[in-house]
């Protein structure tokens, strides 16, 4: 399973670690993703997402309604 958010879309990025005498090693950033479950009412159901921190958020301003709807608009499977 990939380290993605359903929400943001956020994934690892990629980069360097540089050390003292500029060394370079290769190295990943991961997002915050944890596994949270929502009730969807219209549905009657939970709802099981992988969402970032950030996700998390946008679903407390913009309402989980909202934001199934916009990730089965993309094409997510919810």
Same mark, same amino acid.
């Given at each position: ?16 670690n ?16 944890? $596994? ?6 219209? !549905?009657? +159901?939970?709802?099981?997402? #992988? =969402? ?9 301003? $913009? ?6 709807? !916009?990730? +089965?608009?993309?094409?997510? #499977? =919810?």
């Open positions: 399973m990939s380290n993605r958010c359903q929400v943001t879309g956020k994934q690892p990025g990629y980069g360097n540089v050390a003292h005498s500029q060394r370079r090693t290769k190295r990943r950033w991961l997002p915050n993703i944890q $596994r949270r479950r929502y009730w969807l009412p219209s !549905e009657g +159901r939970w709802v099981r997402l #992988r =969402v970032s921190a950030k996700g998390i958020k946008t679903i407390d301003a $913009r309402g989980i309604e909202a934001v199934v709807a !916009e990730a +089965r608009a993309r094409g997510e #499977r =919810v």
